[in-house]
């Protein structure tokens, strides 16, 4: 009962002062302390104001920078019973079954407990076949091969899952499709970025 | 097991490089399987003499398997659900380049036909080529006839000893070796030395066979996949000598070299006709790690 009455005297005051401020305008000496905006909504004062308030108890987080340049991620190293950071390329011409064994690949990794660091696609490679005509010397273009390439990245693969995985992979490969499993290098993290020949011929032109 | 343990433990892990391809079946019918080793980090020769040994002698033997060569068959379900995909796929297709040019040729060639052709008139393809995509056709259907498939099923299917057989199963390699007597068949095995580690043990395993000469195995890790363990009879029993333990490591062929004479004492056999041939607690444990894809 107090807070109806409360909240009746409040809304009275208010409309009360509104008229006041209104009709004196003239005299701004008048301070309302207890007011400081008169257009403050009501329920403010509610016992349940803010009941929904969740952001306030998350951890702060940093201010997210604007997107930087690619970093590399950390060669895991090699130690006594896990190989270092391997990359299991498989590659071939037809698309979809290229893809859908790199999806079988990154499965069982899940599956195995093997950790996946990364997974990506290499630019594709086309290959025009000429093939030489029966009367005469001319070359007329048969076809156009494009060789598909996916890389999935392996954290550190335990020594003893390994032959396990390398021979489920090795029996579910399917036929047009190379498998190859090569450790991870600097090298090959770069060759993935596009060249810039005017950064390097700037650069050239300082070292002269 | 304390010495092979930590022997493996303190051995550090082989840096490799493979690479398997399946596109091309050249003459040995084999995919290309390639492995380089980079730096094989250098064992370190540390407590090695070990003063209690155990009673046990130490064996590895190596699990060496020729991949499929070809598909493996499909089911009847498989084909139908095949053949079912394949006549979906096709109606809801759109025309291919090839296609369209064969409508468009014969849509010219009954035009020419009705006698009121203008050549003039014709909007693209001024420069008509003399080939018409029904002849182009027509070559490629002449090629297909004259191909002929190998057969899946060859002649060498029965013989035990040649690799050509069952091109679409994996196949493993038994050997028959002396075992306390008598010849028993198994995987190629070899008593452990001091000084070198399992793995080691199982490559010499492999190359002191004199019928497998020039065969080129790519081990697939330096961890076993699977042990057994044999005790001596009781009246063979020593203080020394318990019995054996055999630990077994996956290698995969890469490469035959030439065939194999009739007698020899070796045999290419597939998982289900492992259990006529070898011993049955023997044959428990290395079912066990022979999978069976």
Redesign the interface.
């Known amino acids: 009962m107090t807070a109806v009455f409360r909240k009746v005297s409040v809304t009275q005051k208010a409309f009360v002062l509104n008229q006041a401020l209104t009709s004196c305008r003239a005299t701004p000496s008048i301070q309302h302390p207890v007011w400081a905006s008169v257009n403050e909504r009501q329920y403010k004062s509610m016992p349940t104001h803010g009941i929904g308030r969740w952001r306030h108890l998350l951890p702060k987080e940093p201010p997210k920078k604007k997107r930087d340049r690619q970093q590399m991620k950390e060669i895991v190293a090699e130690t006594n019973t896990t190989y270092a950071t391997l990359n299991v390329n498989v590659s071939g011409y037809d698309m979809t079954v290229v893809e859908h064994f790199s999806q079988y690949i990154h499965n069982l990794c899940n599956r195995l407990g093997v950790k996946v660091m990364d997974c990506y696609a290499l630019p594709t490679k086309s290959t025009e076949v000429w093939l030489m005509q029966e009367q005469g010397t001319k070359m007329l273009v048969d076809s156009i091969l494009k060789t598909h390439n996916r890389v999935v990245q392996l954290r550190s693969l335990n020594a003893t899952v390994c032959p396990i995985f390398l021979e489920v992979l090795l029996k579910n490969q399917p036929e047009g499709v190379q498998l190859s499993v090569q450790e991870h290098t600097e090298a090959d993290f770069k060759a993935r970025f596009k060249g810039r020949p005017e950064l390097e011929g700037l650069k050239a032109k300082i070292s002269h | 097991m304390a010495a092979p343990c930590r022997r493996m433990?303190?051995r550090?892990?082989l840096?490799?490089?493979?690479?398997?391809?399946?596109?091309s079946v050249n003459n040995s019918g084999f995919r290309q399987i390639s492995s380089t080793s980079?730096c094989r980090r250098s064992w370190q020769a540390q407590h090695v003499e070990e003063s209690a040994s155990s009673p046990w002698t130490l064996m590895a033997a190596v699990c060496l398997q020729r991949?499929?060569v070809i598909?493996a068959e499909s089911s009847p379900i498989e084909q139908q659900f095949r053949d079912m995909m394949s006549q979906m796929e096709q109606e809801k297709s759109m025309l291919s380049d090839h296609e369209l040019r064969l409508l468009d040729d014969a849509d010219r060639i009954r035009r020419m036909q009705t006698g009121e052709y203008d050549s003039d008139e014709e909007d693209d393809r001024r420069d008509q080529e003399i080939v018409l995509a029904q002849d182009l056709e027509d070559s490629w259907d002449q090629k297909l006839k004259n191909f002929q498939p190998a057969p899946r099923v060859t002649a060498a299917d029965g013989d035990p000893r040649s690799l050509q057989r069952r091109l679409a199963d994996?196949l493993l390699l038994l050997v028959e070796q002396p075992v306390g007597g008598q010849k028993v068949w198994l995987l190629p095995q070899t008593q452990w030395q001091q000084g070198e580690t399992l793995r080691e043990t199982a490559e010499r395993a492999l190359t002191s066979l004199p019928a497998a000469a020039g065969f080129k195995a790519m081990f697939?890790?330096?961890?076993p996949?699977g042990v057994y363990k044999y005790k001596l009879p009781k009246a063979a029993r020593t203080e020394s000598s318990v019995g054996t333990k055999v630990f077994f490591?996956?290698a995969?062929l890469a490469d035959a070299g030439p065939p194999a004479a009739p007698d020899s004492p070796l045999m290419w056999v597939t998982k289900s006709e492992l259990q006529h041939h070898l011993k049955p607690a023997y044959m428990m444990k290395v079912e066990r790690f022979l999978?069976g894809?």
């Not at chain 2, 490799?16 to 596109?23: D, E, G, I, P, V």
């Not at chain 2, 697939?220 to 961890?223: E, F, I, K, Q, V």
């Open positions: 433990a303190g550090s892990l840096q490799f490089l493979s690479s398997f391809s399946r596109t980079v991949l499929p598909s994996s697939l890790g330096n961890t996949c490591f996956k995969v999978l894809l």
